[in-house]
Each structure stands twice: as structure tokens, then as C-alpha cells.
Nanobody, 121 residues
Framework: QVQLMESGGGLVQPGGSLRLSCVSS????????MKWYRQAPGKERELVAS???????IYADSVKGRFTTARDNAKKTVYLQMSSLKPEDTAVYYC???????????????WGQGTQVTVSP
């Protein structure tokens, strides 16, 4: 039943870099808006980045200039390249997709299981 799978998390020192990947097994990928969220213990879920089907990207102010998201439709994969990492970036990172599936505008949303990112000296 799992149709999104994140990977690439781990432990990194402040100032370091990580690249997260999210692979989709859904039948339709190229028309989906793909988003990255993160959630730290005791805090609300935060939208980190979004990339539309046309490739337009949006970033949270807290990560702007440090994170970059991209998609490879042939591989059904979305990436989150993270650089200049800070301790406050520590969280579980989740991949999300939103797809319009019929002419009435009904949408299907899928979530991955999450991957842990820890930034610590």
C-alpha cells in the first residue's frame, strides 16, 4: 500500500549537507505537486518545500537559500538537497504528493513514512 518512500536521512554536523530522496510507485507522478514537510518532537508539522508539476518551487523562509528541491519524472523521484544544515533543521522529513484524479477536481494525497535528519556536533 505504500506508494511514497523517503530515504537519505542521517546524522550530520552543522554546516554539512544531505540529499533526501522520495520515490513514488503511484501510477501517475508527473502531474502531482510534490511537497516536503518536517516535524520535530513536540512541534507542529512544517512545510519545507514544494515543487509543482511544471517545476515551480516554493521554500519556507527558514530554509530559503540552503535547501533545493527537484524532480525527475522519468524516475518518479523528488529530491531535497540540504546544505549549510543547522541544529534547528533536526526533524523527521516527510514526502507528500497531491494529484487531481478526475474532472470534478477530486484529489488524492499520499504520504511517505519519513526519514530522520539529525544535525549535531
Amino acid at each position: 500500500q505504500v506508494q511514497l518512500m523517503e530515504s537519505g536521512g542521517g546524522l550530520v554536523q552543522p554546516g554539512g549537507s544531505l540529499r533526501l530522496s522520495c520515490v513514488s510507485s503511484a501510477r501517475i507522478f508527473s502531474s502531482a505537486t510534490m511537497k516536503w514537510y518536517r516535524q520535530a518532537p513536540g512541534k507542529e508539522r512544517e512545510l519545507v518545500a514544494s515543487i509543482s508539476s511544471s517545476g515551480t518551487t516554493i521554500y519556507a523562509d527558514s530554509v530559503k537559500g540552503r535547501f533545493t528541491t527537484a524532480r525527475d519524472n522519468a524516475k518518479k523521484t523528488v529530491y531535497l538537497q540540504m546544505s549549510s544544515l543547522k541544529p534547528e533543521d533536526t526533524a523527521v522529513y516527510y514526502c507528500d504528493s497531491v494529484t487531481v484524479v478526475n474532472v470534478e477536481g477530486a484529489k488524492v494525497e499520499l504520504w511517505g513514512q519519513g526519514t530522520q535528519v539529525t544535525v549535531s556536533p
